[in-house]
């Protein structure tokens, strides 16, 4: 049985209550670990301890900053194999998906330090003949950074790494669920000895801590991803002390098979879109709007890929899906797919839990669904794929666009026409063009509307932890020393 302490200012140390929360293997309901079940008291300590931190560590040169980057992603490297069991462990998806997800950890680290020397102000040309207007950019502060359980080793890469390199310190927030990972990786700080302070580690339930982490005076910066309603609890919070805010939320992606799509091209990457996670990834496809004149064939295929997907143990390399990652998961998607079978959905394949121990859920297809149902409407975060037909593409475009989402989207065509259409009128941060819902670490990962506010990745993600200082600089133009 794994124990794991906080990690704070340097020092692995015991939570103030003294209590523990255990943390469960969902592909066999067993406890695997015991964390610290940390309080206020422990997350004012641990921003206290990163403000502390920040008066010295924004003043180290990017370069150095960055070479801690590097020796983080060697220790990671390392220690590889072990981090993919232990992904697989507590969060429950396939191996070769956690091999995936910890290379991509690696990689993010590499990345993000290549930003070290490469990001930059701006000198202005002032009104003034003896003035120069230069603009600085300078790390935020403090950020407080909260991981969901879905990616936990990823998106700790994906806060850790911009915040260490632009000079930032962060207090982070795993999931009670998934903290395994971003546990030893804490060990990982403590071995390449990052400055202490820098990076700091609360465990807990997120009811407790969330909102005296997010509405810390101290912190500058939230940098959150998970649900809608947790995101709108942590900019609530956040508002108090006028702290920026980064929500990465939940989606609602759409998928657009056109009677121009290549139908097996369109049943392949839709799946992938769909199962990747067990379907418990924000920009997973969660609807599909395909061409009548084209549904019928569309429908067959991916019923049938449906059908032969493997659903079961995470380590059998032969497995394409795992467990959903609790309980409350499994009862929620069993749920929304009993009501919408209440409301007239029919399904071709799959459609309930498996008899097994673990919370494991069929691959599931539904088709005559209705725009209105909450299977249509709300996020499943399942794999569950419902199906609706259209006509034309005026109606495809504003079937796609009526959600109160804007994440990710896709489109599957031949046809420049519609692919063109679907780039300029699609309301959503991301649209993939015939090929699977999956961002690069260089490009901008970021939603509309309540899919969240800011976003990750690249320069434009890099640039969430900075902030801008305007220095107005007369001179005497005629000195002549």
Same mark, same amino acid.
């Given at each position: 049985?794994?124990? %794991?302490?906080?990690?704070?200012?340097?020092?692995?140390?015991?939570?103030?209550?003294?209590?523990?929360?255990?943390?469960?293997?969902?592909?066999?309901?067993?406890?695997?670990?015991?964390?610290?079940?940390?309080?206020?008291?422990?997350?004012?300590?641990?921003?206290?301890?990163?403000?502390?931190?920040?008066?010295?560590?924004?003043?180290?040169?990017?370069?150095?900053?960055?070479?801690?980057?590097?020796?983080?992603?060697?220790?990671?490297?390392?220690?590889?194999?072990?981090?993919?069991?232990?992904?697989?462990?507590?969060?429950?998806?396939?191996?070769?998906?956690?091999?995936?997800?910890?290379?991509?950890?690696?990689? %993010?680290?590499?990345?993000?330090?290549?930003?070290?020397?490469?990001?930059?102000?701006?000198?202005?040309?002032?009104?003034?003949?003896?003035?120069?207007?230069?603009?600085?950019?300078?790390?935020?502060?403090?950020?407080?950074?909260?991981?969901?359980?879905?990616?936990?080793?990823?998106?700790?890469?994906?806060?850790? +790494? =911009?915040?260490?390199?632009?000079?930032?310190?962060?207090?982070?927030?795993?999931?009670?669920?998934?903290?395994?990972?971003?546990?030893?990786?804490?060990?990982?700080?403590?071995?390449?000895?990052?400055?202490?302070?820098?990076?700091?580690?609360?465990?807990?339930?997120?009811?407790?801590?969330?909102?005296?982490?997010?509405?810390?005076?101290?912190?500058?910066?939230?940098?959150?991803?998970?649900?809608?309603? +947790?995101?709108?609890?942590?900019?609530?919070? +956040?508002?108090?002390?006028?702290?920026?805010?980064?929500?990465?939320?939940?989606?609602?992606? =759409?998928?657009?098979?056109?009677?121009?799509?290549?139908?097996?091209? +369109?049943?392949?990457?839709?799946?992938?879109?769909?199962?990747?996670?067990?379907?418990?990834?924000?920009?997973?496809?969660?609807?599909?709007?395909?061409?009548?004149?084209?549904?019928?064939?569309?429908?067959?295929?991916?019923?049938?890929?449906?059908?032969?997907?493997?659903?079961?143990?995470?380590?059998?390399?032969?497995?394409?899906?795992? =467990?959903?990652?609790?309980?409350?998961?499994?009862?929620?998607?069993?749920?929304?797919?009993?009501?919408?079978?209440?409301?007239?959905?029919?399904?071709?394949?799959?459609?309930?839990?498996?008899?097994?121990?673990?919370? %494991?859920?069929? =691959?599931?297809?539904?088709?005559?669904?209705?725009?209105?149902?909450?299977?249509?409407?709300?996020?499943?975060?399942?794999?569950?794929?419902?199906?609706?037909?259209?006509?034309?593409?005026?109606?495809?475009?504003?079937?796609?666009?009526?959600?109160?989402?804007?994440?990710?989207?896709?489109?599957?065509?031949?046809?420049?026409?519609?692919?063109?259409?679907?780039?300029?009128?699609?309301?959503?941060?991301?649209?993939?063009?015939?090929?699977?819902?999956?961002?690069?670490?260089?490009?901008?990962?970021?939603?509309?509307?309540?899919?969240?506010?800011?976003?990750?990745?690249?320069?434009?993600?890099?640039?969430?932890?900075?902030?801008?200082?305007?220095?107005?600089?007369?001179?005497?133009?005629?000195?002549?020393?």
């Amino acid at each position: 049985m794994k124990s %794991y302490q906080l990690y704070i200012n340097g020092e692995f140390t015991d939570g103030s209550k003294g209590e523990t929360l255990d943390v469960l293997n969902p592909a066999t309901e067993e406890v695997v670990s015991k964390i610290q079940n940390g309080s206020e008291e422990d997350v004012n300590r641990a921003i206290e301890a990163a403000h502390s931190a920040f008066l010295t560590w924004e003043r180290v040169p990017s370069k150095e900053r960055a070479s801690y980057l590097h020796k983080i992603a060697d220790k990671l490297e390392e220690r590889r194999d072990e981090f993919v069991q232990l992904l697989t462990e507590e969060n429950g998806k396939t191996i070769d998906a956690s091999e995936g997800e910890i290379d991509l950890s690696i990689e %993010y680290f590499r990345y993000m330090a290549g930003w070290a020397l490469r990001y930059e102000g701006e000198i202005l040309e002032s009104e003034r003949s003896n003035e120069n207007i230069l603009v600085y950019k300078k790390p935020i502060g403090v950020v407080a950074g909260i991981v969901p359980w879905n990616f936990p080793m990823f998106i700790l890469a994906r806060k850790v +790494a =911009p915040a260490i390199v632009t000079g930032c310190t962060i207090v982070l927030k795993p999931s009670q669920y998934t903290p395994n990972t971003a546990c030893e990786f804490a060990k990982i700080i403590d071995e390449v000895e990052l400055p202490k302070g820098v990076f700091n580690l609360v465990t807990g339930k997120g009811s407790d801590i969330g909102n005296p982490l997010s509405g810390h005076p101290k912190v500058r910066m939230v940098s959150m991803t998970g649900s809608y309603p +947790a995101g709108s609890k942590v900019m609530e919070a +956040a508002s108090k002390s006028i702290t920026k805010v980064n929500l990465e939320l939940g989606g609602k992606a =759409p998928a657009i098979v056109t009677k121009h799509a290549d139908i097996d091209l +369109a049943v392949e990457k839709i799946k992938t879109s769909r199962i990747t996670n067990s379907g418990q990834a924000c920009t997973n496809a969660e609807r599909v709007y395909v061409h009548e004149s084209v549904a019928d064939e569309f429908i067959e295929k991916i019923t049938d890929a449906f059908k032969q997907t493997s659903v079961g143990d995470p380590t059998d390399r032969n497995n394409e899906i795992g =467990p959903l990652v609790n309980q409350d998961r499994l009862d929620a998607v069993t749920e929304m797919v009993n009501n919408a079978v209440e409301n007239g959905a029919r399904i071709l394949t799959g459609g309930k839990p498996l008899d097994a121990k673990g919370y %494991y859920y069929e =691959p599931t297809i539904l088709t005559d669904v209705k725009q209105d149902m909450e299977i249509i409407q709300e996020e499943i975060f399942g794999p569950v794929l419902p199906i609706m037909t259209y006509k034309d593409f005026d109606e495809v475009i504003e079937l796609a666009n009526d959600t109160e989402y804007g994440l990710s989207s896709s489109i599957f065509s031949e046809n420049l026409h519609e692919i063109m259409r679907a780039a300029n009128e699609l309301r959503y941060g991301e649209t993939f063009v015939n090929r699977e819902n999956f961002e690069a670490i260089n490009g901008f990962h970021a939603g509309r509307a309540q899919s969240g506010i800011g976003g990750a990745d690249g320069k434009h993600g890099l640039n969430e932890y900075l902030e801008t200082h305007v220095v107005y600089l007369e001179y005497d133009e005629n000195y002549k020393g």
